[in-house]
């Protein structure tokens, strides 16, 4: 049973560059939402989408990029990757809301930006 | 500024020994998790809290609500080498999206 499944685990871009950090599922939840961790700062959740077709912003969206074609893919895109964007990115899903339901996470994306 | 607030941000603790971590916040809990995580690792699951006074159990790690309070504990009883790593709380707190605190980072000392 994979769960939730975050690829590539690391990865170093240059001021500018993009990319898609990919998240996919197979517990044929409905939501699911990508989350950074910077060092003493907790977890920011960055978008979330609750079913298919549908995705809305959490806390800190600006610079990132999502879509849900499918239930099982939430790809984050980064378009123009910034020094700030150096994070550890986690993507999650969950078959009801968060209140509900505990949240089933990935083991994670570091990312630099440099 | 963070809405969940946890304390210690660290603790070392003498294997053997108990510890307890508090998350605080600043808004009125609907419901609070407990996850763990191990360096370059995904959250585990712990607990998950929703009634006010609620206690759970799960081997040697017991987590309360107090609903008044808007605070959890988190305590861990005779602690060994696998309680090492960073707990998080999250909770309900932003329109059924979770939030969490920045994290207690425990060390477990031979």
């Known amino acids: 049973n994979a769960g939730v499944t975050q690829t590539p685990k690391f990865r170093i871009l240059k001021i500018g560059q993009s990319m898609t950090l990919q998240c996919t599922q197979d517990?044929?939840?409905?939501?699911m939402y990508w989350y950074r961790q910077d060092p003493g700062m907790g977890l920011k959740l960055i978008y979330y989408s609750v079913g298919a077709g549908i995705t809305d912003k959490g806390e800190v969206p600006n610079g990132y990029n999502v879509s849900r074609s499918t239930t099982e893919d939430f790809p984050l895109r980064l378009e123009l990757a910034a020094p700030s964007q150096t994070s550890v990115y986690f993507c999650?899903?969950?078959?009801?809301?968060?209140?509900?339901?505990?949240?089933?996470f990935g083991n994670g994306t570091r990312l630099t930006v440099t | 500024s963070q809405e969940l607030e946890q304390s210690p941000q660290s603790l070392i603790v003498q294997e053997g020994k108990n510890l307890t971590i508090n998350c605080t916040s600043s808004k009125t809990l609907y419901g609070l998790y407990w996850y763990k995580q191990k360096y370059g690792e995904g959250l585990i699951f712990l607990m998950m809290?929703?009634?006010?006074?609620e206690e759970k159990s799960h081997e040697k790690i017991t987590a309360k609500l107090d609903e008044k309070k808007q605070q959890s504990s988190l305590h861990i009883t005779a602690s060994q080498p696998s309680h090492a790593g960073i707990y998080l709380c999250?909770?309900?707190?932003?329109?059924?999206?979770?939030?969490f605190g920045a994290g207690t980072t425990v060390t477990v000392r031979a």
């Open positions: 999650a899903s969950s078959p009801l809301a968060a209140l509900n339901s505990p949240l089933h």
């Open positions: 809290l929703q009634k006010g006074g």
């Open positions: 517990m044929n939840h409905n939501y």
């Open positions: 999250g909770a309900d707190i932003r329109d059924y999206k979770l939030s």
